[in-house]
């Protein structure tokens, strides 16, 4: 029998070192660690995380790994989705997006958690971060199209890598990654509906599950529990369900030639991504022209059929909740107008319910360009146009957003992103300790060592 695509993928992961990896992963590894710290830190403080930390208060066991801001000892299980749900909460992590979107980092709880359970360093942990983008950035360019536009959600993707992850820092053979694969899989596709329409708490915790269910497989694995080994290329498994095309090699060709990580995107504004290009438009010729709200009669943007269907639908055009407003382009558009910037701070409840801000989301017109489709994904195109009360127009055409790997963060902006969500949680001397343990990471004897450091040590306005 031909060797199934989860064999190929599981006895990659299975012998991947800190040696094979290129500098510039390494780097890239420690970046999206920081920002995703920052991201959990900033995550913590919010309301869906305080329900889960209730429940997972109630039914966890006590283990060996760490939450982060509480500092308590969890299951490995319960840990990487109390972990993951911070760092994906404020739609603020890294994102991914060919044929199907993505967000890598949700991933990274389960190698944090599970290093933690196996007492690995820094080095191994770099490994495990470098794995969960590989895998999961080349399951979004397998499938044409994406399964997002087959009604699926991509943490459906996500139950198959978190798993290798998870298998890898346990220290798993390769049959047992590749049952843990089938395990995870098996049992784990999401519907699109979580993001379709009026947006919920789901939103962005259907990938922490689908991290957390990946860290519950290998734990089955490493005793002896079997899965299905075809469930990627067999009968019945996730190209059989999900229908055609699919390019399955593109999960297995070139592994370690090059590294997905250092093609990933990271997030400058706490929004869905497709919003990210239009805001940037906005800011400029807002910015740029002293545009102040009362001298705006229309913004018209022109996008892809996707935003214009996810992003501009008319529950988008009365948002209530933090999850809906990060998912509506009128709303953005609207904060970028009023206030100048988009920032976490736009996504209060009051906020939200803004008079001013309010006022402004009729003006918003989002229509689906032909040409803009065409150029999707090598190109995020966005097409923004501001006709003013007095009828001058001002036009901006951006082809990929601040953030894209193309135009990405600096290292100091990604430290500047990570205090400002972190300074309300850890005072001065504990954020700077964080960074530094990130950047020398490959020095770590113990990733216990870093997670110690994530422990809140101040609340919410208390000095430094």
């Known amino acids: 029998m031909p060797e199934t695509v989860t064999a190929a993928m599981a006895k990659w992961a299975a012998s991947l070192t800190f040696e094979q990896l290129s500098d510039e992963a390494v780097h890239q590894a420690k970046r999206f660690l920081l920002d995703s710290l920052g991201c959990a830190l900033g995550g913590y403080r919010q309301h869906d995380v305080r329900i889960a930390l209730d429940v997972l208060g109630e039914i966890a066991g006590g283990g060996a790994a760490t939450v982060i801001g509480s500092g308590a000892r969890m299951d490995v299980v319960s840990a990487s989705l109390a972990n993951a749900l ?33 007492r690995a360093g820094g080095r191994e942990l770099i490994a495990g971060l470098v794995l969960g983008h590989e895998f999961e950035m080349r399951f979004c360019e397998a499938a044409f199209p994406g399964i997002r536009e087959r009604g699926w959600h991509h943490a459906t993707l996500t139950a198959f890598v978190s798993p290798i992850v998870a298998g890898r820092m346990l220290k798993l053979g390769w049959q047992q990654i590749q049952h843990a694969i089938g395990i995870s899989a098996s049992r784990h596709a999401t519907l699109g509906a979580v993001t379709a329409g009026k947006l919920t708490m789901m939103k962005n915790t259907v990938d922490p599950m689908a991290t957390q269910s990946g860290v519950l497989a290998a734990l089955l694995a490493e005793k002896g529990y079997t899965g299905p080994e075809h469930v990627v290329d067999g009968k019945e498994g996730l190209t059989h369900c999900f229908g055609p095309e699919w390019k399955l090699g593109v999960l297995t060709d070139g592994l370690g030639e090059s590294w997905r990580i250092t093609q990933c995107g990271m997030k400058a504004f706490p929004t869905e991504a497709l919003t990210h290009t239009p805001i940037s438009a906005t800011l400029d010729l807002v910015k740029q022209h002293d545009l102040q709200p009362e001298q705006v009669a229309k913004i018209h943007i022109r996008s892809l059929a996707r935003a214009a269907d996810i992003l501009a639908d008319p529950s988008k055009y009365d948002p209530r909740s933090k999850e809906t407003a990060d998912h509506s382009l009128p709303y953005v558009i609207a904060a970028a107008l009023v206030d100048r910037q988009v920032t976490p701070l736009q996504f209060t409840p ?24 065409k150029a999707f994904p090598a190109l995020q195109r966005a097409i923004v146009t501001i ?44 954020r700077r300790e964080v960074i530094d343990l990130v950047w020398g990471l490959e020095k770590l004897d113990s990733v216990a060592q870093l997670m110690d450091r994530l422990k809140a040590d101040r609340s919410a306005g208390a000095g430094a």
């Open 86 to 118: 911070m760092i994906r909460v404020m739609d603020y992590n890294d994102i991914y997006w060919k044929q199907d979107p993505s967000h890598p980092s949700d991933i990274f709880p389960a190698a944090i958690a599970c290093a933690e359970r196996s």
């Open 350 to 373: 009051e906020k939200i319910m803004d008079a001013t801000v309010r006022a402004q989301l009729h003006k918003v017109e989002v229509v689906a360009d032909p040409e803009v489709e």
């Open 387 to 430: 006709t003013t009360t007095g009828g001058r127009a001002f036009e901006r055409q951006l082809d990929y957003p601040k953030g894209d790997p193309r135009n990405p963060l600096t290292d100091r902006e990604v430290e500047e992103k990570f205090e400002a969500l972190a300074e309300p949680v850890l005072s001065k001397g504990a």
